[in-house]
Structures are given as C-alpha cells and as structure tokens.
T-cell receptor
Framework: SQTIHQWPATLVQPVGSPLSLECTVE??????LYWYRQAAGRGLQLLFY??????ISSEVPQNLSASRPQDRQFILSSKKLLLSDSGFYLC????????????FGEGSRLTVL | GESVGLHLPTLSVQEGDNSIINCAYS??????FIWYKQESGKGPQFIID?????DKRQGQRVTVLLNKTVKHLSLQIAATQPGDSAVYFC??????????FGAGTTVTVRA
C-alpha cells in the first residue's frame, strides 16, 4: 500500500532563517507531487506541483521554492523565512493525470517568529 | 482567487441528525469534484468524489449531489456522529493535475 511521510511535523523558526520541509511517498512510482499551504481557518492554497523528477511548477509568486531530486521525494525550501510564511504545509500525491484523488500527508506546522 | 466556495463557514448539528454541507463552484468546465474531511492538526482525507456525468453518488453514510445547472455541490451526512466533527472541503479539478479547494465548513456535532 502507498504511504506518504512528511517531516518535521512542527517547526518554529526565526525570521530570516532557512527552511526545509521534506516529503516522501512509498509504494508507488512516478507520482504527481504537491505542496499546499493552509493558513489558519482557510482553505488549501496550491504552492507547487511536480509531474516528474526535476519538473516543478509554481502556482504563486512567493518566498518559497520546491525541488524533486528523486522520483518520490519532494522538498519545500526557503532561504530566508518571512512572518507570512507561517502556516500548515501539506504534501500530497496522486497517480492519475486529470480527475485524480489527492492523498495528503499529515502536515507540517511552521511558525515563524 | 478561489473558484470553489462554501456557503457557510460553520455548521452545528445535533448528534443523530443529518448534515448538509454546500459548495458553489464557478468553473463550468470542471468535470471532477471531491469532498475532503480534515480533523484538527491532520491532513485532509478523501470522503467521496463525483464526476460531472453524474448527479448523485452515495457512500457509507454520505451522499454527494451535483447540480451542474447552478454549479452547486453538496455533501449529505446521515445520522451525524461526534466523529464527524471536522472541517469539510470541496475541491474541483482545474486541469489535468490540479485541484482547487474551497475555504471549508467547520462541522460541530452536539451531543
């Protein structure tokens, strides 16, 4: 069966510090991978998605970047965090192109102070 | 901005009653819709989906209704239980790879 792992679960970082959130998927090959951000009491905003190794699509201009160094690994990064980067970050995967269900990780809560 | 929205941000329901959560979407070309449930501090979990060639789909205690004429989606939960307390999101496919999510409805079940 497929599983998705996301870490760290909780992170408190000072403004201006770097960020690295990691996500790995097991039990499937060539998944589509996604990073979403959820602000408190809000819906999910798509940040990045990837359909293959090294292929990253950015949805919104921001202080973040994503990389996919391996087929089942997706990394969310920042060189210098802003207060507005605080939120709940969710990694997700799907296998179907079009109309495919997304499977989410447990999320990483980032607080920037 | 978001193309999918929910009518009410909160819903309080008595245990044992039926719940109805509504969602309006704006993209008439969307052909796939999903309802997710998110418990506090966790990632969203799939509840049920429906394609645009259907009007209704039933699962275990849940039913999704799709009205393409008015671009409206609803989730009905039968005999609501305390474990149903969560935030519920509707989502529509925007293209081959992306889902767009609404802001969510927080459902609170009263004992």
């Amino acid at each position: 069966s497929q599983t998705i792992h996301q870490w760290p679960a909780t992170l408190v970082q000072p403004v201006g510090s770097p960020l690295s959130l990691e996500c790995t998927v097991e039990g499937t090959s060539n998944p589509n991978l996604y990073w979403y951000r959820q602000a408190a009491g809000r819906g999910l905003q798509l940040l990045f998605y990837s359909v293959g190794i090294g292929q990253i699509s950015s949805e919104v201009p921001q202080n973040l970047s994503a990389s996919r160094p391996q087929d089942r690994q997706f990394i969310l990064s920042s060189k210098k965090l802003l207060l507005s980067d605080s939120g709940f970050y969710l990694c997700a995967w799907s296998v179907l192109r079009g109309s495919g269900e997304l499977f989410f990780g447990e999320g990483s809560r980032l607080t920037v102070l | 901005g978001e193309s999918v929205g929910l009518h009410l941000p909160t819903l309080s329901v008595q245990e044992g009653d039926n719940s109805i959560i509504n969602c309006a979407y704006s993209n008439s070309a969307s052909d796939y819709f999903i309802w997710y449930k998110q418990e506090s501090g966790k990632g969203p979990q799939f509840i049920i989906d429906i394609r645009s060639n259907m009007d209704k789909r039933q699962g275990q205690r849940v039913t999704v209704l799709l009205n393409k004429t008015v671009k409206h989606l609803s989730l009905q939960i039968a005999a609501t239980q305390p474990g149903d307390s969560a935030v519920y999101f509707c989502a529509e496919n925007m293209d081959d790879y992306k889902l767009s999510f609404g802001a969510g409805t927080t459902v609170t079940v009263r004992a």
